[in-house]
């Protein structure tokens, strides 16, 4: 089946630790999201990639870096530098970047700070 | 800039009660716009869409909506609602401003809770 899988299903970061998450898509999507759900926030945008190589910081990129070196996968770090880490993350992708594009959506990563 | 007001963070229903979600937008260009349902702890998934042509959507569960260009409204229905509805609902809209950058704006949705 295709889809968009996101690991691990619950991560938890100490303080001062770099952690990464997983989002890998077998859509053959060219474009790729995440997103950054807080309760009765909605979802925030952390960063988007349009292509293989390329991505460019969302609304709230502060505190995260990405990669884009396959078109399969689309990881995503949270830095120590994100003082507030604590969120229910969600990974998207769509064929291409177009306004007509429906994006997909993983089943998300709850992230959690001991 | 885009924006997205669901006014209502929480609507409780009895099943097989009709039901509207309620979603207005600001934008000055031309949008497309999106509903998605979220259920407990898994991500979203499209309800229907509204790109051009007739204003009434129909989607997926039994759900409709319809764009109202005047009112800058979006909003979703369901004439008789089950049990199984209950989720967080999220309306999202996309400028049409002719760019190569398309961003989805997320309002910050609406828990409908069905009860029996």
């Known amino acids: 089946d295709g889809g968009i899988t996101q690991s691990p299903k619950y991560l938890f970061r100490k303080e001062g630790q770099n952690v990464t998450l997983s989002c890998e898509q077998n859509?053959?999507?060219?474009?790729m999201y995440w997103y950054r759900q807080d309760p009765g926030q909605g979802l925030r945008l952390i960063y988007y990639s349009q292509i293989v190589n390329d991505f460019q910081k969302g609304d709230i990129a502060e505190g995260y870096s990405v990669s884009r070196e396959k078109k399969e996968s689309f990881p995503l770090t949270v830095t120590s530098a994100q003082k507030n880490p604590t969120a229910f993350y969600l990974c998207a992708s769509s064929r291409t970047s177009g306004g007509l594009e429906t994006q997909y959506f993983g089943p998300g990563t709850r992230l959690l700070v001991l | 800039a885009q924006s997205v007001t669901q006014l209502d963070s929480q609507v409780p229903v009895f099943e097989e009660a009709p039901v509207e979600l309620r979603c207005n937008y600001s934008s000055s260009v031309s949008v497309y716009l999106f509903w998605y349902v979220q259920y407990p702890n898994q991500g979203l998934q499209l309800l229907l869409k509204y790109l051009s042509g007739s204003t009434l959507v129909k989607g997926i569960n039994g759900f409709e909506a319809e764009f109202n260009k005047s009112q800058t409204s979006f909003h979703l229905r369901k004439p008789s609602v089950h049990i199984s509805d209950t989720a967080e609902y999220f309306c999202a809209v996309i400028e049409n401003s002719g760019g190569s950058n398309y961003k989805l704006t997320f309002g910050k949705g609406t828990l409908l809770t069905v009860n029996p």
């Open positions: 859509l053959n999507h060219d474009a």
